[in-house]
């Protein structure tokens, strides 16, 4: 359960930019008023997240840390073969791009919620 919370709070950040830029493809031009508040709000909400992350959750709970992690085999193929699949996807950018930043951002929890945490020597 620990390896699910700990890839769950390192990748939030990563499905707030697939907000955002699923709401800029979605959105008929940048000049679009709706799209710049949305954009805005959102980039707010990743800073805001990333200062608590850093300031107050790592503190509080130091074993979410990613210094305290360690990629394990697993983890380092679900990244080898992901990217595969990334650079397969990205011969049809247009046709894909959701797919591929979706697909980014599955990596990025598997890859963490197969890492290991350190051993801590007293």
Do not use: H
């Amino acid at each position: 359960m620990t390896n699910l919370k700990y890839a769950l709070i390192n990748n939030v950040n990563y499905c707030l930019l697939l907000l955002l830029i699923a709401f800029g493809r979605q959105s008929s031009s940048l000049s679009n008023q709706f799209y710049w508040f949305e954009a805005g709000t959102l980039i707010a909400l990743m800073i805001g997240y990333l200062w608590l992350l850093s300031k107050v959750i790592y503190r509080k709970y130091p074993i979410y840390n990613p210094r305290n992690w360690q990629r394990s085999k697993i983890s380092w193929g679900v990244i080898i073969i992901g990217t595969l699949v990334v650079i397969r996807l990205l011969f049809d950018f247009e046709r894909y791009f959701v797919l591929i930043c979706g697909t980014a951002f599955i990596i990025g929890l598997l890859r963490d919620y197969f890492s290991v945490q350190k051993m801590v020597e007293d």
